[in-house]
């Protein structure tokens, strides 16, 4: 994949063929929706705490159009596989996991009453899978917006509501903020099923509701957002082509998180100070006091990280990310030596303000602020560093900051 994002004419192009090769004709509607990035706030969110994210121009895009019989036929440039299904019957299946996700929003979006047949879709995904950066989200949410489009419905705190009307162009207007909510909470759910156990709003809010240019600030315990300006400056992924080799790594962090709010008697970690955690040390393990520091301390970086935007001071909110991630390894543990590397080298480049790893650690890829006039030689500068260092060749991504879903 090249370092910068495909250009979207390119990417619409790309899912328009694949549908009309697969199905044969070309399909009335095309949608998007972008992978998102996680700045500050790691592994706070499930805490209660605070976090700051950023949509980018990697994209799930679905081409669409309408059937009559209640079927719905599945194609993606990713899988060689086909998947059929009926809009009756949603249960996840083993054969065809990539469709899970799909499954699991129209689930949800009829148990909430609303009416919909079937439809035949091609996928495309700008992103590799290999990276975290919500791409099951963006393929939840792209489905929601796609049956938005083939049969027009509004969304309430009930339920289905009074479907939106087509102009006279035939396009239905964007979602209002509201309804990107109920949106989200629709992903959340389906999220949570699928994963057999609780899944917070973070990921379908940040796909949504992200705002070109800026980051999204979301109160993880209030559900509350705010935008605060990022300008003049772009993330660079670099995956370490190191893979973790199961979720039980942050499944074990969550949970000693969650023993260590309810051994100080809090709700969760966002309820504890600082000052609270040391005083009370003896009452928690090792691990539990280690997991809990890093919460605590990391719903900090984000309080100043919200202040140093405000002010427009991009490096010392850089600053923020290389302590977030010297507190995943030291604390909790999370970091590998390629993601240190990664870091290492982020540091060394005069253009990159800060850097960290970036979705639940044990592997992955880093997210590295990067001075959009930098970009193309920090490019150089990490592919061939990391090269010289492990004989491994990587491909950094380029990601610009854009709106989220609509």
Known sequence: MSASAPSPVRANESVLALFKKHFGYTPPHVVRAPAWLELLGHHSDYHEGLVLSVAVDRYTHIA?????????????????????????????GATACWSNAIKGVLAQL???????????????????????AGS????????????????????????????????????IPPLAAVEKMHFARIGQAAASESAAGLSGLLSPVSTLCGK?????????????????????????????????????????????????????????????????????????????YACAYHVVGEIAR???GERALRDDDHRQF?????????????????????????????????????ARLTGGGFGGATISLVAYHEAQDFITHMAQGYERALGMKMTPLVCQVVDGAA
């Open 302 to 304: 984000v309080v100043a």
């Open 136 to 171: 099951s989200t963006a393929l939840g949410i792209a489905t929601m917006l796609a049956v938005r489009q083939l049969y027009p419905f509004g969304l309430g705190d009930s339920g289905a509501t009074l479907p939106p009307r087509r102009d006279d162009r035939g396009r």
């Open 64 to 92: 669409c159009a309408p059937r009559s019989d209640g079927k719905v036929e599945l194609v993606a440039s990713a899988n060689p596989s086909v998947e059929m299904f009926w809009v009756t019957d949603l249960q996840s």
């Open 110 to 132: 009829r148990k909430r009453g609303v009416h919909f047949s079937g439809f035949n879709a091609a996928l495309h995904h700008d992103l590799p899978s290999s990276i975290a």
């Open 318 to 354: 850089g600053q923020y990310l290389f302590q977030s991630h010297e507190s995943s390894r030291n604390f909790l543990r999370n970091s590998t030596t390629e993601l240190d590397l990664l870091v290492a080298l982020a540091r060394a480049h005069r253009g990159c303000l800060g």
């Open 212 to 288: 070109a240019w800026h980051a999204t600030a979301f109160d993880c315990r209030f559900n509350s957002l705010d935008h605060l300006p990022l300008i003049g400056e772009v993330m660079v992924l670099c995956d370490s082509g190191v893979r973790p080799e199961s979720s039980q790594g942050e499944t074990e962090l969550r949970e000693l998180g969650t023993a260590a709010a309810r051994k100080l008697g809090a709700k969760s970690l966002r309820s504890v100070e600082m000052k609270h955690l040391q005083a009370e040390r003896a009452k928690l393990t090792l691990r539990e």
